[in-house]
């Protein structure tokens, strides 16, 4: 809390690259980490356009037990190949408690998903570690439970959290989710961490990640983190969000614009 702390926590990857309030992060990948392929052309998009991380998922919440749950460490063994070949920073969701020590070695940053929020002994886990932790609002969570779970893994010891608002379940269904404008500026009224925004998991349709995005920067959001794919139609999970590189490139450039005009 800002009772506690006054000054923006500043969160450090390695290489010195640092997320906080004073500053604008962006974090882009696929949905799921699929293949070889997949991981090369997003990171050469990504490394043309200066974007320093790479999101993607290798354990996968999915709704229904049949859909692609994931390569699990194999593909995250040879994301960080890549990843690491080409200077890119990997943020990545860790969904139980075994898994924090499975990936220490292979990740920069540990994603908690929104179905993952209150889950306390995955918290107090992630409490123990020496790297930083991004946390989900819960899907039906408010502000405060975020602020809650934030506070697990802060208690425990590690300082090192980014809070993320990624859209609730609100009575709406036109839309995947709801991204709660509101949350950023009252997340970052009341705590020193770096406040992200998913606009793609916020709107769920690819077309209007753009907009929400851009509202959110200019909310006060320090940073976004948003799906993209080679090839958004044959992705194995959220095609329908995720993003083709032309409209990543042209948002990305948007995004900064506004970020600079704030
Ligand atoms: C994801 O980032 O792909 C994801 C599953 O997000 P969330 O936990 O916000 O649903
Ligand atoms: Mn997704």
Redesign the pocket.
């Known amino acids: 809390s800002k009772k506690w702390k006054v000054s923006p926590s500043e969160i450090s990857l390695r290489d010195g690259d640092v997320i906080s309030q004073n500053d604008f992060a962006l974090m882009a990948g696929p949905?799921?980490i699929e293949s070889e392929e997949q991981v090369d052309a997003v990171i050469k998009h990504l490394v043309e356009n200066n974007v320093k991380i790479m999101?993607g998922?290798v354990y996968?919440?999915r709704s229904s037990p049949y859909s692609f749950r994931g390569l699990g460490m194999d593909g995250l063994k040879m994301w960080y190949e890549k990843a690491k070949a080409a200077g890119i920073k990997i943020i990545t969701?860790v969904m139980q408690v075994s898994q924090v020590e499975e990936m220490y070695d292979y990740i920069d940053i540990y994603?908690v998903?929104?179905?993952?929020t209150q889950n306390f002994n995955l918290l107090d886990e992630l409490g123990k570690v020496d790297k930083p932790v991004m946390i989900?609002r819960g899907?039906s969570g408010t502000i405060e439970e975020l602020l809650y779970s934030a506070e697990y893994v802060f208690s425990g010891g590690n300082e090192d959290l980014i809070l993320?608002e990624?859209?609730i379940r609100t009575f709406e269904n036109m839309t995947r989710n709801t991204l709660d404008i509101n949350a950023i500026p009252v997340l970052k009224d009341k705590s020193h961490l770096p406040v992200v925004i998913?606009p793609?998991?916020g709107i769920g349709i690819r077309k209007h990640v753009e907009p929400v995005a851009l509202a959110g920067i200019m909310a006060g959001a320090d940073g976004v983190?948003y799906?993209l794919h080679p090839d958004p139609e044959k992705a194995m999970?959220?095609g329908q969000q995720s993003l083709y590189f032309e409209e990543s490139a042209a948002m990305i450039n948007k995004m900064r614009k506004a970020y600079a005009l704030r």
């Open positions: 949905c799921s999101r998922g996968k919440p969701e994603q998903g929104a179905r993952n989900k899907v993320c990624r859209g998913d793609s998991h983190i799906e999970s959220d």
